[in-house]
């Protein structure tokens, strides 16, 4: 569970949330021709296929001290292969927190390169804390830095005992170890820095394709920078509410999961599904409380796995189908996990996120991000009747999205107050987003895209799982971000077919 999004994860542990007194726009902090940290100079050098070139940028600990200590992002660039076409530069923003753009542009960047035929130079960098930018660390064990444990899964019968205890020793153990770099990793620094990139690239604006998380990042970037923005594309948006951000968006997988849901049912159902033995049920309608029941019945006698000393419990049952919504492609996955908990003569599988633990830079990112951002409730009697309730509401994610996380005990109280996304900015914004999406579930992008105003435009892919652009093979979709970001025709809000 190392790739660039760091998708499942991230959903986990996005968070945020305190009251309305929270929800000021925030001005950014001073910068370059203002006082600000002086533009650095960027040093290119080769760093892999198709001309790929990395540099590192320097950038302020604190923008409010620029002179002070700095850390250092890691860059990339893929240069125009069309100088007579290029018309700026395009950022890929990725997802997490805890994605890495120099491993976006890895994965994608032939991809981009041919769909924008030239017009731009195309650049990512890896944010404070990921890939190979200045990083901090908690010091987990391995056993806390689990999936199945960082993602806050109740007890069987919805007890939290064991997540309380656990989400405040991570807490401790990051306050103890991250110091003042962990402290710094939050969204408002990164679209400080993206905005220091610019200026060392010598760009008046900016064009961007922000990814999941990368939404939310890019929409702050477009609030403080409206001026530095050219053509601007959210894919699979994340709710902007500057009063709970990541808190809310955790608290929407349980909605996003019974949208996607059917979508996995209907394939597990599907006689095509026989030849391989992976058909689970004769009707879509007896998928999911054949999954619930399985659950339940690991709950209570959990089997071994090929991995030693880790077994198959319910609650890793519910974490596989997490990681199975995300893609069509990983269905197969989890029909075969079921399929192997069924048989008492098999021993399960784990999928490889699940059988493992996490880097711990990694996940101190993750949690830094989500819990510097914005203050949590910090009453875990609120937390047990809200799982309670949620339990009985969306019984496939069984009161995770929201019960305690390491944010509530955050010792670390937020440095500043949260972004509030408005409709003050050029109309230069496109937002895409697939209809039944586990992990940005179409409820927070619809409050996106009201928050945005006149400013954007959103079309809806008739499709399940996460992330569209060059993702789902979605014509339709691909086409309108590549004619958006290639000849600025943005359409107004629409429907892709799936």
Known sequence: MTTYRNRSLAVALSAAAVATALTATVAPAAHAGTGGPEVPTLDWTSCGPAGQECAQLPVPLDYRDPDGPSLTLAVTRLRSENPDKRRGVLLAIPGGPGGSGV?????????????????????????????????????????????????????????????????????????????????????????????????????????????????????????????HTDRWVLDSNDDPNPSR??????????????????????????PAREAKGLRLAERAEDVRPLVLGLAAK???APRQTTTAGVPLTGNMLRQALQLA??????????????????DPKATPVLPGPLAGSLD???????????????????????YEQAVAADRVRHPLTAGMP?????????????????????????????????????????????????????????????????????????????????????????????????
Not at 326 to 341: E, G, I, N, Y
């Open 402 to 498: 929201v019960n305690v996380t390491p944010c509530t005990f955050w010792q670390d109280a937020p440095a500043e107050k949260p972004a509030r996304i408005t409709a003050d900015g050029p109309s230069n914004v496109l937002l895409v987003q697939n209809r039944r999406d586990p992990a940005s579930p179409y409820s927070g992008a619809l409050n996106l895209r009201r928050a945005l105003g006149d400013r954007a435009r959103m079309v809806t892919v008739d499709h399940g799982g996460h992330e569209v652009y060059l993702a789902n093979g979605n014509p339709c979709a691909d086409r309108t971000v590549t004619t958006f970001l290639t000849t600025g025709q943005r359409p107004e809000d629409s429907v892709c077919p799936s």
């Open 298 to 300: 690991l709950d209570a």
């Open 103 to 227: 491993g976006l542009l890895k994965e994608k960047g032939d991809a981009l390169r041919k769909e924008m035929a030239g017009a731009y130079d195309i650049v990512g960098l890896d944010p404070r804390g990921t890939g190979g930018s200045t990083r901090a660390s908690c010091e987990l064990t391995p056993d806390d830095r689990r999936l199945v444990n960082l993602r806050s899964w109740p007890g069987p019968g919805g007890d939290i005992s064991e997540n309380t205890a656990r989400s405040r020793r991570i807490a401790e153990a990051c306050h103890r170890n991250g110091g003042a770099t962990l402290r710094s990793f939050t969204t408002l620094n990164e679209a400080r820095d993206i905005d220091l990139f610019r200026q060392a690239l010598g760009e008046d604006k900016l064009s961007a394709w922000g990814v999941s998380y990368g939404t939310y990042a890019g929409a702050v970037y477009a609030q403080l920078y409206p001026q």
């Open 325 to 342: 919504l995300m893609s069509d492609d990983s269905f197969p996955m989890m029909a075969r996990l079921v399929k192997q908990a069924q």
């Open 360 to 382: 711990d830079q990694d996940v101190a990112v993750m949690f830094g991000v989500v819990c510097n951002d914005v203050g949590w409730p910090t009453r875990v009697s609120s």
């Open 245 to 270: 951000v990541g808190r809310g968006w955790l608290a929407n997988a349980g909605q996003g999961t019974d949208d996607r849901f059917p979508d996995f049912a209907a394939w597990a159902s599907d």
